[in-house]
C-alpha cells in the first residue's frame, strides 16, 4: 500500500528527536527530559507522544502510561494523555524511557529510533502554552541501568530485561534545578518535523488503552534451595541462560523462610490461580547487589516450571528478567515486556536473613473494553467454558488481539477471523476487530500480495 506523507494537526510545532549515537542501536535505553515552569495552574493539559519503539511517559515522577500501540511505521501510532492532575505551579518535568529494539518483531516493524512529543497546556486565565520535542530536551543513556547484551525472548519478542539498580539515577523523574543533576544530560540530535521518513503519516490510537490490575498470587506452591555449583551458575550467567539456573538446577524444598541457608540461591514458586497477561513485580527491602531472577510458565509438572513440547527452539521463550538491587525498601516491575503465564518462579541468589518483605506480583494487563456479552444456562459445563472463553480473550486483547499470550503475541488473520467473532459477542467492542483488519489491509503489498 503506497502512502504519501501527511502532516499531522496535532504535532505541527514537535520535532522527532533521538539520542546521540547510531541510528538504530539494539536494545536501546534512553531516557529523555524536559522542564519547564507554569505561571500558574492549568485548566487543562494534553500530551500526545510516539516513539520507535516503546516508551513510557512520566510526569513530576508520575507514571503516565506505555506504547504506542503495535502498527506499521507508515501508520504510526500516536497516544494523548491529561496529564492536569500531575502538573503544579512552578518547576514541571516531563520524562520519557524509550526503548529501540534495533530489530524486527512480531509487534514490530523496523524504523528508527526516535521521540515525538507535543503537550498543550491551558492555564487558568485562559492562556495556551506548548512544550514540544526539539532542541531544548536533554537525554541520557540508561545502559548502566538495563544490560543490552542479552538473549531476546524469542524470535518472535524482543528482548530480555535486566536492570541493575545500583546505577539508578535518583531523583531522575522529579524537577531539579540542581547544577549536578542538569550536567548528567546531553543534548538530543533533530531529526526533523513530521512527516518524516519511515513515519509518513501520524494516527491517533483508536483502540482501547490498556487496563492494569494488581494481581496478588493466589497460593505459594513451594520454596526452597537452588542446588548448582557456584562454576555452573557463573558459567550459564556468562551465557545469559537465565532460563537453565532457574529450571534445571536441582529444587531442594524446604518447610519455611527460616530453613533458608543464607549464601545460597532461594527459590519461590507462585500460582496465580489463572492465565494472565502480565508484567512482573517485585517489592523487596534488600542488601545492596542482591540478585533476584523471576520467569515464568504456563504450566508445572512436579512443582517445577516446564516448556511444552513439540515448540521449534526459535520460538520458545526465554521468560526470565533479572533484578539487582539497590539497598533498602524498592519496587520493580519489568518495563516493556509483558507475558503469558500463570506460575512465577523466583530465585534470589545469595539468600541473607537481611532480604526482608519480599512480595511478588503480577501487573494483568488487558483492553480495556466494557463487558457487555452474557450468557448462562443450567448446563455448568457450558458456562464454565464461557468463563474459559472470556479469560482466554482478555490475555489475548492488548494492543492487538493475538493468537497467544505465551509465545509469539502477534496477530494473524486465521485465527483472528475466529477471535474477532469471539471479541464482539464477549464484549461488543469492535474497535479491535476492526484495527486488526485494517493492519492486515495496510501489510499488503502494491499488487495485493
Known amino acids: 500500500m503506497q502512502t504519501k506523507p501527511k502532516r499531522s494537526d496535532i504535532f505541527r510545532q514537535a520535532f522527532w528527536i533521538h539520542s546521540i549515537g547510531t541510528r538504530n542501536p539494539k536494545n536501546h535505553f534512553a531516557w529523555f527530559r524536559k522542564q519547564f515552569r507554569l505561571p500558574q495552574a492549568v485548566a487543562s493539559a494534553k500530551v500526545s507522544i510516539t516513539a520507535d519503539s516503546r516508551y513510557q511517559l512520566f510526569v513530576n515522577g508520575r507514571f503516565i502510561g506505555r506504547g504506542p500501540a503495535r502498527c506499521d511505521p507508515r501508520f504510526q501510532s500516536f497516544d494523548t494523555y491529561n496529564v492536569a492532575p500531575q502538573l503544579r505551579c512552578g518547576l514541571n518535568a516531563i520524562c520519557v524511557l524509550v526503548h529501540h529494539y534495533g530489530v524486527g518483531t512480531g509487534a514490530y516493524i523496523l524504523g528508527m529510533q526516535g521521540l515525538l512529543l507535543e503537550a498543550v497546556f491551558r492555564l487558568k486565565t485562559g492562556r495556551a502554552m506548548r512544550i514540544q520535542t526539539d532542541e531544548s530536551w536533554r537525554s541520557q543513556n540508561a545502559h548502566h541501568c538495563w544490560q543490552t547484551d542479552v538473549h531476546r525472548i524469542n524470535a518472535h519478542q524482543g528482548f530480555r530485561e535486566v536492570y541493575d539498580a545500583r546505577h539508578e539515577p535518583q531523583g531522575l523523574l522529579l524537577p531539579n534545578d540542581d547544577a549536578a543533576c542538569a550536567a548528567l544530560w546531553s543534548p538530543v540530535r533533530v531529526l526533523g518535523r513530521p512527516p518524516l521518513y519511515p513515519w509518513l503519516t501520524l494516527q491517533a490510537r483508536d483502540i482501547p488503552m490498556p487496563k492494569i490490575d494488581q494481581m496478588r498470587p493466589k497460593r505459594l506452591l513451594e520454596m526452597g534451595l537452588l542446588k548448582i555449583s557456584r562454576n555452573q551458575m557463573d558459567k550459564l550467567e556468562r551465557q545469559d541462560e537465565l532460563e537453565e539456573i532457574m529450571w534445571q538446577a536441582r529444587h531442594v524444598p524446604v518447610k519455611c523462610a527460616a530453613d533458608l541457608q543464607a549464601g545460597r540461591p532461594a527459590y519461590f514458586i507462585y500460582d496465580m490461580g ?91 494487563t488487558t483492553a480495556d473494553v466494557p463487558h457487555n456479552g452474557r450468557f448462562a444456562c443450567s448446563d455448568k459445563l457450558l458456562n464454565r467454558l464461557w468463563r474459559m472463553g472470556i479469560n482466554t480473550a482478555e490475555a489475548c486483547m492488548q494492543d492487538g488481539i493475538m493468537e497467544n499470550a505465551w509465545r509469539e503475541q502477534q496477530q494473524y488473520i486465521g485465527d483472528g477471523r475466529l477471535a474477532n467473532l469471539f471479541v464482539y459477542y464477549s464484549f461488543g467492542d469492535l474497535r479491535l476487530p476492526r484495527n486488526l483488519i485494517r493492519q492486515v489491509a495496510q501489510s499488503q503489498g502494491p499488487l495485493g500480495e
Not at 512443582?303 to 521463550?317: D, H, I, R, Y
Open 274 to 364: 489463572r492465565e494472565i497477561s502480565a508484567y512482573y513485580q517485585l517489592n523487596v527491602d534488600a542488601p545492596a547487589g542482591t540478585i533476584i531472577d523471576i520467569g515464568s510458565s504456563e504450566r508445572l509438572e512436579n512443582k517445577q516450571m516446564v516448556l511444552p513440547a513439540g515448540v521449534t527452539q526459535g520460538a520458545l521463550p526465554r521468560t526470565v528478567d533479572r533484578y539487582i538491587t539497590r539497598a533498602g525498601r524498592q519496587t520493580w516491575s519489568n518495563a516493556f515486556n509483558w507475558r503469558g503465564l500463570r506460575y512465577l518462579q523466583v530465585v534470589v541468589h545469595p539468600w541473607s536473613a537481611k532480604i526482608r518483605h519480599l512480595k511478588v506480583s503480577a501487573l494483568r
